[in-house]
C-alpha cells in the first residue's frame, strides 16, 4: 500500500490486504509463548463473546472483500453494523496480524465504519448522541463548556488563553466532567506542580480531542475539531502537551498527524506516565511514603498496544517504597481490554461490563489487592463490576500512589 496518510484512506485502499487476509487465527489468541492458561489465551473481546468469525479481524476482511467485488451489500444484513461497532478499538488483532502478515484489521475496520456512515447506515443512536455533543458543546457529554474548569479550581495552574503556555496539561473530556475520575487529573496536575513543572491549562475552552469521533468512523467531525485545536495549541505557544487520558494521548500524538491538510503541529506530546518516568529517574520526583500494598497492573490499550507504553508506569510502581507488582497473564501488547472503547461503553453497555469482570477475575487471581491503570476510560469501565459485585479490590490511577509517596 502506497503511504497515504491514515484518514486519506478509503475502504478501497484495503482491498489488497482483505484479498491476502491470511487464516491463522492470531487476531483472535495471544501469540503461542504468550499463553500460560486456556482461560485466558484470547485476546480479541468481541470474537470471545460473539463466537462467530464475522466478529475478528479475519472476518471483517473477508467481509470488507465481499463488499468491494460486489458480493455483498451494504444493506443485505442488519448484523453488517453490529459487527463494525462492538469492536473495542483495542488493537490486538492488528497488533498480532502486522507481526505475521504486515495486515491492520483495525485500521481497515474504523474505515469500514467510516463508509457505513456516507452510506446512511451509521452511527448507532448511542453514538450519534455523543458525535452531536461534540460539535454543539465541545465535549461528547452533553455538559455545559463552563464546567470544564471547575476540575482545576484552586490549584492556581496557569490559563494557557492568556500568555504563553510552552507546557499544556490536557485533561481531556471525561476525568473534567466526571465527579468520579476527576481525581486523575487533579492528583497528576499536583504531581507536576510538586515536581516544579510549569504547566497551563486552557479549561473552560479547552476542545474535545476528537477521539470519540475517529473511533466510531466520523471523519468529517474528527477533523474540525483537530484544526480548531491545532491552532488554539499555536496560538497560545505551546511546545509540549502532557495528558493523562490514554484516548487523547494517542489521538494527540498519532493521530493527529494522520489527518490530511491539517496546519503544522509543533508540539510534542507525552502521557503522564511518561513524563513521570522521566522524573524519577533523573531524581526531579522522589518518594518518601511507603505505600503497603500489593498490586497489578493494568495496559490500556491506547497507551500500551497503540503506542508502546509499557515500562514507563511499571518503573513508576516499583519505585515506590512498599509496593509490590504483580503481574496478570495477558499483559503488555497481549492485554486484554477493560472493554470500553470504541463507542462499546456507550452502545452496548452489557458488553463492556462482561469484558471488564473478566480483567477483574484476571486481576484476583495475581493475589493483587488493588489494579493500578492510567486512563480514565479503563478507571471507569474497571470500577463498575467492582463496585456493582462488591469486590474488595480497589482500582487507583498511577498518580493516586505516587502523591500518596511524595
Given amino acids: ?53 464475522a466478529y475478528s479481524g479475519m472476518g471483517k476482511f473477508h467481509i470488507i472483500r465481499a463488499l468491494l ?138 476542545i474535545c480531542c476528537g477521539s470519540p469521533a475517529i473511533r466510531l468512523g466520523d471523519r468529517e467531525t474528527f477533523f474540525a475539531v483537530v484544526k480548531r485545536n491545532i491552532e488554539q495549541f499555536a496560538r497560545a505557544g505551546v511546545k509540549e502537551i502532557i495528558t493523562q487520558c490514554a484516548g487523547c494521548y494517542h489521538v494527540l500524538k498519532y493521530d493527529f498527524p494522520e489527518v490530511p491538510g491539517m496546519p503544522e503541529i509543533n508540539f510534542n506530546v507525552y502521557h503522564i506516565s511518561e513524563y513521570l518516568d522521566r522524573l524519577v529517574k533523573d531524581g526531579t520526583i522522589t518518594f518518601k511514603r511507603e505505600v503497603p500494598l500489593t498490586v497489578t497492573w493494568h495496559d490500556p490499550c491506547h497507551i500500551g498496544r497503540h503506542c508502546g507504553i509499557y515500562e514507563e508506569p511499571r518503573n513508576i510502581l516499583k519505585a515506590i517504597p512498599g509496593i509490590t507488582l504483580v503481574e496478570m497473564e495477558r499483559i503488555k501488547d497481549q492485554a486484554w481490554c477493560c472493554g470500553a472503547g470504541g463507542g462499546v461503553r456507550a452502545a452496548y453497555p452489557d458488553f463492556a461490563y462482561k469484558v471488564a469482570e473478566e ?3 484476571e486481576a484476583k487471581e495475581t493475589g493483587a489487592e488493588a489494579i493500578v491503570t492510567c486512563c480514565p476510560y479503563c478507571e471507569q469501565n474497571l470500577a463498575d463490576p467492582l463496585r456493582a459485585e462488591g469486590e474488595q479490590m480497589k482500582i487507583y490511577d498511577l498518580t493516586d500512589l505516587m502523591l500518596q509517596s511524595m
Fill in 1 to 53: 500500500m502506497s503511504r497515504k496518510k491514515i484518514y486519506e484512506r478509503t475502504l478501497e485502499d484495503y482491498r489488497e490486504q482483505a484479498w491476502g487476509d491470511a487464516r491463522c487465527n492470531w487476531c483472535q489468541n495471544q501469540w503461542g509463548w504468550n499463553v500460560k492458561s486456556s482461560k485466558y489465551s484470547e485476546i480479541c473481546p468481541e470474537f470471545r463473546y460473539k463466537r462467530f468469525a
Fill in 69 to 206: 467485488e460486489g458480493d455483498f451489500d451494504y444493506t443485505d444484513s442488519e448484523a453488517l453494523v453490529d459487527i463494525a461497532y462492538r469492536c473495542t478499538s483495542c488493537g490486538a488483532c492488528e497488533m498480532n496480524c502486522l507481526r505475521l502478515n504486515e495486515k491492520e484489521p483495525l485500521k481497515a475496520g474504523e474505515a469500514l465504519k467510516t463508509r457505513l456512515i456516507e452510506k446512511g447506515l451509521a452511527p448507532l443512536p448511542a453514538h450519534k448522541e455523543l458525535l452531536a455533543s461534540i460539535k454543539n458543546y465541545d465535549n461528547p457529554w452533553k455538559q455545559p463548556r463552563a464546567q470544564k474548569a471547575q476540575w482545576a479550581r484552586g490549584l492556581d495552574l496557569k490559563d494557557a488563553d492568556k500568555g504563553k503556555c510552552p507546557t499544556l496539561f490536557f485533561a481531556g473530556c471525561t476525568p473534567a466532567f466526571d465527579p468520579i475520575l476527576k481525581h486523575d487529573i487533579v492528583n497528576s496536575a499536583q504531581v507536576l506542580k510538586k515536581s516544579g513543572v510549569d504547566i497551563g491549562v486552557f479549561g473552560d475552552t479547552e
Fill in 359 to 361: 480483567r477483574i477475575e
